[in-house]
């Protein structure tokens, strides 16, 4: 081999090869807390040494590591390689990182060119002291931010054969021929001296021949942080633009550059030193999460495991301990697009807390299959608890990964149920930018996205039910007006643009740990539904999905002049011309669902309903604050306007509430169809992380304005002329005096709602990430939260007239129905908190009137007159 080496000058030391924007500062004693919040152990570290196991071939390159971006590597005979060039390609390895303490670092791999013929410009080698956006914020920062985004000091060789330490010098090329790349190892040695690091990089032939030295030396800050293998294409190391490079004048791709033949391989990769620490505890997989709901005694959980091999294990297994040890109660193939297992297990003993395991054989270096597994608690039903606590979030992008504050603080709500109501991925999650095709990548491409929520949030999902369901942005589309599943090429003409058996993948990750769906028919391209219901506490929960069925307003609402179909701009717009025929919101087949469920109380007191977003248009600034004005917005669920008040009335006679998300602005309203209020209330919860803005900032006066409250508060019409009372908003600001102001200012968070059975009271909180729900000092709710409002208020159509109190002797809390005998209509139907209860109706005549316990236990009157109201 011919190798070049590129000496550094003491004088001049390495500030870690980072950005500019990014380079760190000296260690101070905020960021000396930070190491501590950082690390759960410190432990000497024990010597780290790879080992991939002969005669297996997947792209998931094992539970110690995690690979940037997932679908450009993989792991084959015994070693690890960058199978698509790119620039940034890197795996770290999550079980060691360096400390902030002196000591001595050595790191060496095994490494070669895949190669044949002449390389195209890049380098490849190791990146030590990795740090991620968050580092120098202890209350966010995490290793997983800096396995996912983290950039530190490089030490490898250039594809024209040029060892260096910090960055590759400009100006080389790619000049090497493959053959002298083909097989060699990198050694790194990094030595405590005075107030420096003394760096050496050292390259040896296969047979242990020195072919090359450099030395270099660092600031201790450089090397803390995270540990990595990189193979990059840098065509910037010869003076040329990427195969993806924007041409003059247009934007140039998001996301490092792809393209080039600069694929390496990797194997014996060793970590040792004083300078080294261990965390073992680290590993993510083989099985990475689960989600798991309980309904009438019936469990429903999915193991989401990494995309394994052909010749891995195929089973998940399921196992609960009992008196004897552990016991298995189930098992499942891995779904080979979604990755997923999903268990079943009907007559669940759903009266006690049962430990369980699921339980996958992983097969080891030494070629034998060893059980891996994950851990968590199915709770009990908690019937008897008086308050049932739901958590609620929407739009988990990624900038304060993983979200550490806002875990912390919902353990310490601790919540019964966790509802993710859409968006828990956006296509420029985890960087890298998005493919689409072939199918296989983009299955690949969207599920290192979806991992990245479950490394977020698995913790939370272990041990309590959790609902998630997609929208837009998770099945790669910026609105989904899915039109019953129809193919298209353009979203805004309703349907899916992805291909079929790619959106079934998505939602087969995201809810097959639901119960079974109401019907289960499939809607065009075989996509399949899951609407359904899931009762837990006593409390039940409609899941809809409001995207599914809804009509696109291309071709159907008018035409507008924004250059968006969705978005209406015109002052004179008349919302009455947008109410067109043909327009569907959930379809027919959920509002049956919804009337079924809202007649049904067997088993529950109160309930809940569950969207990707609000039946409204609560959001007139778009993009900022003050933003674009929208008149209208297609997007939001307050159009079509018969669709929505059509689901409305189906919620409000179950006296439901309405949670949702999506909006990026957090909003409590009390919806009306005919006037202000006669419907149901809904709370649409602030975005994880918001990136996008919204406000609430309404030009017309409202109808009626609310006392003693922010000016944006009372009665409207929204743009589709849908009556909203608007009593809280969190409307974005320039600063709210908390660091750091790129995230909070813009007023993310997560809701709690809270449904005491007792009572029967709902109540609804707004709470900032920041705030540490068991500290007031650290700050409260957002303006206007908390709210609490009487289940009785959900369907708050003033009336025209009663019925005679119903009485119930012997009975607590029975199932009232009452009955419109003019048409046959079911009115409403509730489980009254108490003996007796005193109908109201909105027409005179006779209804007939059902009390008791569902389904058999039901007394019927029948031509019951109605009285004057009070």
Not at 88 to 104: A, D, I, K
Not at 127 to 143: H, Q, S, T, V, W
Request: include cysteine; aromatic fraction near 10%; hydrophobic fraction near 35%.
């Amino acid at each position: 081999m011919n190798w070049r080496y590129r000496p550094i000058r003491p004088s001049s030391p390495i500030t870690g090869g980072i950005r500019p924007s990014t380079r760190q500062t000296l260690c101070t004693m905020a960021a000396a807390a930070l190491l501590c919040a950082m690390t759960s152990t410190q432990a000497e570290a024990r010597a780290f040494a790879s080992a991939w196991p002969q005669g297996i071939t997947r792209v998931w390159v094992g539970p110690e590591y995690w690979a940037n971006p997932l679908q450009d590597w993989r792991i084959s005979d015994g070693r690890l390689e960058c199978t698509t060039s790119g620039g940034n390609r890197n795996v770290h390895l999550l079980t060691r990182q360096l400390r902030r303490r002196r000591g001595e670092l050595r790191m060496s791999v095994r490494m070669g060119s895949l190669t044949q013929g002449k390389l195209d410009a890049g380098w490849a080698g190791f990146r030590i002291g990795a740090k991620g956006r968050l580092f120098d914020i202890p209350e966010l920062a995490d290793y997983r931010d800096n396995a996912l985004r983290g950039a530190g000091l490089h030490a490898g060789i250039t594809t024209a054969g040029e060892l260096f330490i910090g960055k590759p010098k400009a100006g080389g090329g790619g000049s090497a021929a493959a053959a002298d790349l083909g097989e060699f190892e990198l050694r790194l040695t990094a030595v405590p001296d005075a107030e420096e690091y003394t760096l050496t990089l050292t390259g040896r032939a296969a047979n242990g021949e020195q072919l090359g030295q450099i030395t270099g030396t660092a600031k201790p800050e450089a090397l803390v942080g995270s540990l990595a293998l990189v193979c990059e294409y840098d065509p910037s190391l010869r003076g040329e633009r990427g195969a993806d490079a924007a041409a003059p004048g247009r934007r140039r791709r998001r996301g490092p550059p792809r393209g080039g033949n600069v694929r390496f391989w990797f194997r014996d990769w060793t970590v040792d030193g004083s300078k080294v620490e261990s965390h073992d505890d680290r590993t993510f997989g083989p099985i990475l999460w689960s989600q798991y709901t309980l309904s009438r005694r019936s469990l429903t959980i999915t193991a989401q495991m990494p995309p394994v091999g052909e010749r891995d294990t195929q089973e998940v297994r399921l196992q609960i301990r009992d008196g004897r040890g552990w016991r298995e109660v189930g098992k499942a193939r891995i779904d080979a697009d979604a990755r997923t297992a999903t268990i079943r297990v009907p007559g669940w003993d759903d009266s006690r807390r049962t430990p369980y395991r699921l339980a996958y054989a992983m097969i080891m270096p030494d070629g034998r299959a060893k059980d891996h597994h994950w851990t968590g608690t199915i709770r009990r039903d908690p019937v008897d608890k008086e308050t049932i606590v739901v958590a609620a979030f929407t739009g988990n992008s990624d900038p304060a990964f993983p979200n550490i504050d806002i875990v912390k603080h919902l353990k310490a709500h601790d919540p019964d149920v966790l509802f993710f109501s859409g968006d828990q991925i956006y296509e420029n999650v985890a960087g890298y930018g998005t493919e689409r095709s072939p199918i296989d990548r983009a299955c690949l491409d969207y599920l290192r996205k979806w991992y990245v929520y479950g490394w977020a949030f698995g913790e939370l999902m272990r041990d309590r039910p959790c609902i998630s369901i997609p929208d837009d942005h998770d099945v790669y589309q910026g609105n989904l007006w899915g039109a019953g599943g129809r193919p298209i090429d353009k979203g805004d003409r309703g349907g899916y643009v992805m291909p079929a058996p790619w959106v079934k993948m998505v939602e087969r990750t995201q809810t097959s740990n639901l119960p079974d769906p109401y019907d289960p028919t499939p809607i065009e391209q075989g996509i399949g539904v899951y609407y359904c219901e899931m009762s837990y506490g006593r409390v039940s929960f409609a899941v809809i999905e409001d995207r599914k069925f809804k009509s696109g307003p291309n071709g159907l609402a008018p035409a507008t002049t924004s250059g968006r179909a969705d978005h209406v701009i015109e002052p004179d717009f008349d919302p009455r011309t947008a109410d067109v025929a043909g327009a569907t919101l959930l379809g027919d087949r959920q509002l049956k669902f919804l009337a079924d469920w809202a007649a049904d109380w067997r088993g529950c007191d109160m309930k809940c309903a569950l969207s990707q977003t609000v039946f409204a248009g609560v959001a007139t600034n778009h993009g900022g604050s003050p933003g674009k004005y929208l008149v209208a917005d297609y997007d939001c669920n307050g159009w079509p306007q018969t669709g929505r008040n059509k689901a409305l009335h189906e919620i409000r006679r179950g006296f439901g509430l309405m949670i949702g998300g999506d909006q990026h602005l957090s909003t409590i309203v009390h919806h009306g169809i005919d006037d202000w209020d006669d419907a149901g209330w809904s709370f649409a919860v602030p975005s994880i992380t918001n990136f996008y803005l919204r406000a609430w900032q309404p030009r017309k006066p409202p109808h009626k304005r609310f006392e003693d409250m922010p000016s944006y508060t009372g009665e409207y019409l929204d743009g589709l002329g849908n009556h909203i009372s608007v009593w809280a908003a969190t409307n974005p600001e320039k600063s709210v005096g908390r660091e750091p102001e790129w995230l909070h200012s813009k007023k993310p968070g997560y809701g709690i709602v809270r449904f005491n059975k007792r009572t029967r009271k709902i109540t609804m909180e707004c709470w900032p990430r920041y705030v540490d729900p068991n500290d007031p000092k650290t700050g409260r709710q957002y303006e206007g939260w908390p709210k609490t409002i009487d289940q009785l208020d959900n369907y708050g159509r003033k009336a025209v007239a009663y019925l005679p109190t119903m009485m119930s002797p012997g009975m607590t809390n029975p199932v009232v129905q009452v009955i419109d005998e003019a048409d046959g209509d079911i009115v409403y139907t509730i489980r009254i908190n108490g003996d007796s209860f005193r109908p109201k109706v909105f027409r005179q005549g006779t209804y007939t009137v059902k009390i008791g316990e569902q389904p058999d236990n039901m007394t019927t009157i029948k031509s019951v007159p109605t009285l004057a109201p009070d």
